[in-house]
């Protein structure tokens, strides 16, 4: 390995910019950088911004991070946009939103494609993230590519979720359905200034009250992300479920299931590859054939696949 | 879709100065993104300072600046001075926009391998960021 690693360790950000990209591309050398850096992550306080497209995810996570700046720590972020199913291109556009922040050396910003991967993050989020954490940054801010009702997947990432809403975005039913609104920690009405947005509110109270007895109930917060208001209750409200998930044992709960999901999807990735190496496209095709003229179904099909190449 | 970490061209699209016309660059940016890059807009008026950390965070292999102001031989040497001074050395750099001819010979010597003037087809751009760029 180069001296990468070493500059890294001494703060070096393009040594930083560097790695993340080889990471993101799961190079070989890449996992050799992640070996070497794992070890020095795992005490920054992970936060997840997710919301529908629109909702000021950008905003809110730029001026989030400028309450921190103004607080004196440091903020990495990863915002994560979509890319095309066709081309696989993207158009990365968060910077746009965040360019009071573009010459603070106390922030680090990198966009990051989704490149197909579920739940409005990238298929090696975690890995980029752990990257960020062994840094040292305070703080790392995870924005994800606008959520509508079921991407959950950040919660597995962040230790925080924050969830932005917007006033007159749907009626409390839209509110009372599973998904993303439970892996929410924190709920944000963003655009607070616009009409609609205490009625909002009260929706959410009422929602929240519904909850079980003794589970944790997020705070509601108003904010105006644009102008800046609402960030200092925010970091305050984000600093307070830092604290219970430390003094409740949850935050060692969390890691750890976050770890399984994590070796398993990696397990999961590790014998995909293996029985693709040792099928021949030819094989596959005649498989795949036969379920499409309904000849077999799928799973049995996968059974034979996964048995031939497991064995 | 299924998920891929396939190593993509990563493209920074800037507009250095003041001037806020910024259809040629989106223009050109949608071109790379349906090209299959990861292009990074930031949007109008920024710094060199702005530009050059763009492209030092966000790692990219390409740089390519848009300007209609005439400031080009004013701002882009800045731009390239700010990105050495922060050890990026290896993007490939273009330009685009109204920038006359008798430029052309200055620009090339501050490192810009191309230079693409109205009535630049979209595919010469794309095709031009895949046969260069370091991969």
Same mark, same amino acid.
């Given at each position: ?253 969390q890691r750890e299931e976050d770890a399984r ?24 095709v005649a498989l795949v054939r036969r379920v ?20 | ?9 990563? @493209? ?8 806020? $016309? ?5 223009? +050109?940016?949608?071109? #790379? =993104? ?27 292999? @390409?740089?390519?600046l848009s300007i209609l102001s005439g400031a $080009? ?5 800045? +731009?390239?001075?700010? #990105? =050495? ?51």
């Amino acid at each position: 390995m180069d001296d990468l690693v070493e500059r890294f360790l001494a703060g070096d950000r393009r040594a930083l910019a560097r790695i993340i990209s080889r990471v993101e591309n799961a190079t070989p050398e890449g996992r050799e950088y992640l070996r070497a850096l794992f070890p020095h992550s795992g005490k920054t306080h992970i936060i997840g911004v997710t919301g529908g497209a629109g909702s000021g995810k950008s905003t809110l996570t730029g001026a989030l991070a400028g309450e921190y700046r103004r607080q004196g720590k440091t903020v990495g972020i990863v915002a994560v946009d979509p890319s095309s199913p066709f081309t696989q291109g993207a158009i990365l556009g968060d910077r746009i939103r965040m360019q009071d922040l573009a010459l603070d050396p106390g922030v680090y910003m990198r966009s990051m494609a989704g490149r197909g991967a579920l739940g409005g993050l990238a298929p090696t989020i975690d890995d980029v993230v752990s990257i960020m954490d062994a840094f040292g940054f305070d703080f790392v801010l995870i924005e994800t590519v606008g959520a509508g009702q079921d991407e959950v997947e950040i919660a597995g990432t962040a230790l925080t979720t924050v969830l932005v809403n917007n006033p007159g975005t749907g009626d409390d039913i839209q509110a009372m359905k599973a998904g993303i609104i439970e892996i929410a920690d924190i709920l944000v009405v963003n655009k607070a200034d616009h009409p609609g947005a205490d009625i909002l509110v009260s929706q959410l109270q009422a929602l929240l009250s519904l909850a079980p007895k003794g589970a944790r109930r997020p705070r509601i917060l108003k904010t105006t992300a644009i102008k800046g208001e609402g960030m200092e209750a925010l970091a305050e409200a984000i600093e307070e479920h830092r604290e219970y998930l430390e003094q409740s044992g949850e935050l060692g709960r969390q890691r750890e299931e976050d770890a399984r999901h994590q070796v398993l999807s990696i397990a999961r990735g590790i014998l995909l590859e293996r029985i693709r190496a040792s099928t021949s496209e030819a094989d596959l095709v005649a498989l795949v054939r036969r379920v499409a003229d309904r000849e077999l179904d799928p799973h049995s099909a996968a059974e034979e696949l996964a048995g031939g190449a497991l064995k | 879709m299924t998920a891929t970490t396939a190593t993509k061209i990563r @493209v920074l699209i800037a507009k250095p100065g003041l001037d806020g $016309h910024d259809r040629g660059a989106k223009v +050109v940016a949608r071109a #790379l =993104r349906d090209g299959g890059c990861e292009v990074i807009y930031t949007g109008i008026r920024q710094t060199p300072e702005m530009i050059a950390e763009a492209a030092l965070q966000e790692d990219v292999d @390409v740089v390519g600046l848009s300007i209609l102001s005439g400031a $080009h031989l004013e701002l882009f040497p800045r +731009v390239v001075d700010e #990105l =050495r001074k922060r050890g990026v050395d290896d993007v490939l750099l273009f330009c685009g926009g109204i920038i006359p001819e008798e430029d052309t010979k200055q620009l090339q010597t501050l490192g810009f391998s191309a230079i693409f003037r109205p009535g630049t087809n979209t595919q010469d751009i794309v095709k031009f960021v895949y046969e260069h760029a370091k991969k």
